[in-house]
């Protein structure tokens, strides 16, 4: 199994489009902080937009895609002169829809929604990307064919808002994040995406150690699998991932030990050297730094990967 696959199984992502926003000029929409293991996401279809996040604000386009992985509150607002309207809300069988509160044209689609992810994997999965991740999907030819074919189903179901239209639209959704993923490095984003190595010795290897994250995965073993020297591996590996080669090794085995621990009976001591670590407690210090919670009790709080533990952001953030 490809890495981004692997990584999508283990962090149990569950999409969910909550709202489609139909809006004209001078709209202003306030996303409140999600609390837990939930990230917003917003793809715009038409219009323009920008998107106001601490310090930070975003232009966004046709085939832009802005996914907040640590659910910060953030505001979009639509160009146009006069006072900022807000909106008004229906309620529809599969979503909501927002329209401008005083009327008027529509000149903006948005679709508005969340990636919900299971504790430990998810968690790590999803600390370790950029915060915010915008993606123009627009501004490259691939991509946007892609997400153009996307778009077009997305706005059909959503017309259509039937049975099964819910399940359907969070498909899309999903498939929608595996794009983000693994594209963003050529679609034109400043952000760099471990989950989008463009260096496909690298990515091969990076496939070979989430195969086997128990293996001694030393430098000099690595350097040699991909036939390089030392000094053109760490600096090829750093360009295409945008980590460290430990902060990687530590990334997969802590993902893969996360989810032993949910769906293995084995000891935590024999979860540890599975992955790759010599003794239980040195097991122990790295996932507790990780997660904010020791592998014990992860297990005991999580059997079965769905319950929450405490949210403990990571250094590769």
Known sequence: MDTLSHLLRLARVEASLD????VGPATRMDSPARAGREAPFHVLLEGSCRLHIGQRVLDMGPGDVVI????APHRIVTPGD???QGTTVTSGAAFLTARSGHGGPEVSDLFCGRYGFGAGSGSLLFHSLP???????GRSDDSADVLGTLSTLMRSEARREGDGTAAILAGLCTALLAMVLRTARGANTTATLWTAAGDTTIASL?????EAPGDDWSIERMRRTTAMSRATFLRRF?????????????QARLMTAADLLTTDDATVASVASRVGYRSESAFSRAFRAATGVTPGR?????PTGARQVADHGSSGR
């Not at 907040?68 to 659910?71: E, I, K, L, N, R």
């Not at 750093?238 to 530590?250: C, E, I, K, L, N």
């Open 298 to 302: 992860f297990r005991r709080e999580s």
């Open 82 to 84: 006069g006072t900022p």
């Open 206 to 210: 990076m496939e070979r150690i989430f």
């Open 131 to 137: 915060d915010p991740i915008h993606v123009s999907f």
């Open 68 to 71: 907040v992985p640590s659910g």
């Open 19 to 22: 709202m489609r926003c139909l």
């Open 238 to 250: 750093g360009q295409s991932t945008g980590m460290t080669v430990g902060a990687f090794v530590t």
